[in-house]
């Protein structure tokens, strides 16, 4: 996910750049009562910049909400294994020398195929 949304942020910035760069042209920016002359290339990076900005700021709320639910889990998660205490008593090794059944011999010969 990180990999394809850092390629995908590569390939729309390259082409905010691209637009930018070919809209190069001098243009009046009024804004109640100011009004400046610049670049229309300065106008799109700014704007562009703005809207990454607020886009951040927007995303802020779920971020600081999923770094305390996870917070708390970690608190939870350590409180559990501190109260997982072993009883005591010898466990059985998992892994046994002999099955404690007899495994059937294999058959001689194939069982008959009917058809």
Do not use: C, Y
């Amino acid at each position: 996910m990180g990999q394809t949304a850092l390629i995908a942020f590569l390939l729309l910035a390259t082409g905010v750049a691209l637009f930018a760069v070919q809209n190069a042209g001098p243009v009046v920016v009024r804004f109640g009562f100011w009004s400046l002359e610049m670049s229309l290339v300065v106008v799109i990076l700014v704007a562009t910049a703005l809207g990454a900005m607020m886009a951040s700021l927007v995303s802020l709320p779920g971020w600081f909400r999923d770094r305390r639910r996870l917070r708390h889990q970690t608190k939870e998660l350590q409180a559990l294994r501190a109260s997982h205490t072993p009883t005591g008593s010898s466990i059985a090794p998992s892994v046994a020398s002999e099955p404690p059944w007899s495994p059937d011999p294999p058959s001689p010969t194939p069982p008959a195929r009917s058809l």
